[in-house]
């Protein structure tokens, strides 16, 4: 198994440009994440979703969007990009949400810059 | 508060022990966590302690669970170069329906050979 992997792994945008982040697990995981890693901030949750066609807002989805059409892929959508979304964005996956089953896959980040 | 906070910070030398101090805020979290983050890298799950145990001891990790002070702590015995990386500790918010896990802001340990 490969796990959760993403791409691109680095990326410059300007100011109002837009892109996708992807996300791919091949574990079956009903559960997937979407967080941002700033320095000394810990991770914050942006989206998440409990299964294919259903996703959520987190503590921090604001200028970012979302979809789940199947189960494997959770693509995060950046429309217009801003100097404050310059982060660290990891997806995660879990087979459930409590418990020992509510461990987190991580992928390998993308480092995501906004000039 | 709101956050699950911890130190930013820690440097140990190589052979010590090193202690990593979690104070969480959901006293019903049912699970908590600890995770590692290598550089470069995602994180990956080191360890966890269901919420009526005191202590839970894995080969060189030992957790300890005081719910009354809600504060988690990580012990890393002999500590090695290779566990120089971030420490982030996690709890479970919520009850029913979706409960969310929630990260703190992260310890970076520094092992200085």
């Known amino acids: 198994n490969a796990g959760v992997t993403q791409t691109p792994k680095f990326r410059i945008l300007k100011i109002g440009q837009s892109m996708t982040l992807q996300c791919t697990q091949d574990m079956n995981h009903n559960y997937m994440y979407w967080y941002r890693q700033d320095p000394g901030m810990g991770l914050k949750l942006i989206y998440y979703s409990v299964g294919a066609g259903i996703t959520d807002k987190g503590e921090v989805p604001n200028g970012y969007n979302v979809s789940r059409s199947t189960t494997e892929d959770f693509p995060l959508r950046l429309e217009l990009a801003a100097p404050s979304q310059t982060s660290v964005y990891f997806c995660?996956?879990?087979?459930?949400?409590?418990?020992?089953?509510?461990?987190?896959?991580f992928g390998p980040g993308t480092r995501l810059t906004v000039l | 508060g709101e956050d699950v906070e911890q130190s930013l910070f820690l440097s140990v030398r190589e052979g010590d022990s090193s202690v990593i101090n979690c104070t969480y805020t959901?006293?019903?979290?049912?699970?908590l966590y600890w995770y590692k983050q290598e550089p470069g890298a995602g994180l990956q799950l080191l360890t966890y302690i269901f919420s009526n145990m005191d202590m839970k001891q894995d080969q060189r990790l030992t957790v300890l669970l005081n719910k009354k002070d809600k504060h988690l702590s990580l012990r890393i015995a002999d500590t090695q170069t290779g566990d120089s990386a971030i420490y982030f500790c996690a709890e479970i918010r919520g009850s029913g329906g979706y409960q969310k896990v929630t990260f703190g802001t992260g310890t970076k340990l520094q092992v200085i050979p």
């Open positions: 959901d006293s019903s979290s049912t699970y």
């Open positions: 995660a996956s879990s087979y459930s949400w409590s418990g020992r089953d509510n461990e987190q896959f």
